[in-house]
């Protein structure tokens, strides 16, 4: 996957003791490149591991071993496996998505999200599901629409990405059925011929 490298200052160093436990999705509410800007620039005080444009382009501004500042604040979280009085950036990647909440996701941000999510997911050993992949709402519910109004794409990102790992062991009982097809349709070209 080729990363476009776009350094933040807005990060701490390391994780505090903490590893990826978790990835957050987001929504920029605005453009990539206006969230290049943000991002690097230190009085925003924010930032996110990740920014994916509308295009599939892929820009990283903190590193995975450090921590980002993209969902620090905690109300009201419907995520399961929070940590109660710990920084939830301590603990998890964060991916920015270029547009806003109501817009429908263009698929190469959609497929670029989903190879990045399966990438950190692996790197980190996290498990592909709705319990490690959550959106921001679930952790700040005064962000009601991070990162969209229908909630059905953080569903679909989460299925999208486990279904391409592991790689599919071949399965002997198809093997033994496409076998048997060939082997009729064999019979049937001799009958007809
Ligand atoms: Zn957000």
Not at 104 to 122: G, P
């Amino acid at each position: 996957m080729n990363i476009i490298q776009k350094k933040s200052p807005n990060f701490w160093i390391g994780r505090k003791g903490y590893r990826p436990e978790g990835v957050v999705i987001h929504i920029m509410d605005g453009t990539l490149i206006g969230t290049d800007a943000w991002f690097a620039n230190p009085t925003s005080q924010v930032s996110a591991h990740y920014g994916i444009g509308k295009n599939g382009e892929v820009h990283q501004y903190v590193q995975e071993t450090d921590a980002a500042w993209h969902a620090g604040r905690v109300d009201t979280p419907l995520w399961k496996l929070i940590k109660s009085n710990v920084n939830p950036n301590l603990y998890t990647v964060g991916i920015e998505h270029e547009g806003k909440p109501n817009d429908v996701w263009a698929d190469a941000m959609k497929q670029s999200s989903v190879a990045l999510i399966r990438e950190i997911c692996q790197r980190w050993q996290i498990p592909i599901d709705r319990n490690h992949v959550v959106g921001h709402f679930e952790v700040f519910s005064k962000k009601p629409n991070c990162p969209a109004s229908n909630k059905k794409i953080l569903d679909e990102l989460v299925a999208l990405a486990g279904q391409q790992t592991p790689p599919p062991t071949p399965n002997p009982s198809v093997e033994e059925g496409v076998r048997k097809i060939e082997e009729g349709l064999a019979m049937i070209k001799q009958i007809i011929n």
